[in-house]
């Protein structure tokens, strides 16, 4: 608990409202910080009032952070949805199979299952537009190659092991470079995480998909410390990427190893520094996935 406190700003000074552990970022229309208040006011106005005629406003219900995730639209009033339980329900209210049968000629879900998962739509696949090229078999001269390495593709490439601290998974990634590639003639680039990416960036809504699927706080970390969530999920968050991506620079450049980072997307920098060094080198481009293409 206390490794998490450190590594987590509980009062941040931010005007979205949002769940400290997971990041889930409420809309204005979230309200659950407020649950004291409006029970309160629900409360004082059962006082004097008979059972029968009780009644209370839908604008005066306590709307959780669940609605922004996994919520429908009924009458104007979103309310949050969870498949499972609402099988669970519909299984144990039904009076005969064919009820059953009846609620299940609707997907029961907060989204049309054809078209959308949780992080949003479906994705096309890469591989597909990939299978369209005529591959081409080169023989490379390692011993005298460049290789341009893509920075999204090493963060994830090596894996953080448990209890390891950052400055020690740093140390991992440099020992990574240096054990696969020729540490004097490698370039890593990583991608560029500015203020103001949701107005310009091109991967904004990949990097917002990200979000909805993992989804991590801004968190407070330095060398010495244990990352207290996943490799996975810690990543999942630009700023947490950015301050990593920046240590992680500095332990190359102390091993005199040359890293780089872009503007906002790397995937130029990368095809531009590889064409920079072609008349001179072999030059390798290391990447996890083909949208350099």
């Not at 006011?41 to 005629?53: F, S």
């Not at 004097?184 to 909805?212: C, H, N, Q, W």
């Not at 996975?232 to 091993?255: A, G, Q, V």
């Amino acid at each position: 608990m206390v490794n998490w406190l450190d590594q987590h700003d509980i009062f941040p000074q931010i005007k979205e409202l949002i769940a400290i552990n997971s990041g889930i970022s409420g809309t204005d229309n979230i309200n659950c910080h407020l649950a004291r208040e409006i029970g309160a006011k629900g409360i004082a106005k059962l006082i004097g009032e008979d059972y029968d005629t009780l009644k209370f406003k839908r604008n005066e219900r306590c709307i959780p952070l669940a609605n922004v995730s996994c919520a429908i639209c009924v009458e104007d009033v979103i309310t949050p949805i969870d498949p499972h339980m609402l099988f669970r329900r519909i299984c144990v209210a039904k009076k005969s199979d064919e009820e059953l049968e009846e609620c299940l000629k609707y997907e029961l879900s907060p989204f049309p299952l054809s078209m959308f998962t949780e992080e949003g739509m479906y994705k096309g696949t890469k591989s597909t537009l990939y299978e369209s090229f005529t591959p081409i078999t080169l023989e490379i001269n390692t011993s005298n190659a460049m290789y341009v390495i893509d920075g999204g593709f090493l963060l994830h490439r090596v894996l953080w092991a448990r209890g390891l601290t950052f400055s020690s998974i740093c140390k991992n990634y440099v020992s990574y470079v240096k054990s696969h590639y020729h540490s004097s003639l490698a370039i890593v680039v990583f991608d560029g995480y500015p203020s103001d990416a949701d107005e310009r960036s091109t991967k904004y809504m990949e990097r917002l998909r990200r979000k909805k699927r993992l989804g991590s706080v801004d968190i407070l970390f330095d060398e010495s410390m244990i990352p207290s969530v996943s490799q996975e999920t810690f990543l999942s968050n630009d700023k947490n990427k950015d301050r990593l991506i920046k240590i992680l620079m500095s332990y190359f450049h102390r091993d005199n190893m040359r890293a780089m980072q872009a503007e906002e997307d790397a995937d130029t920098l990368i095809i531009t520094t590889a064409i920079q060094h072609t008349p001179t080198y072999e030059t390798v481009i290391v990447v996890g996935d083909r949208m350099l293409i």
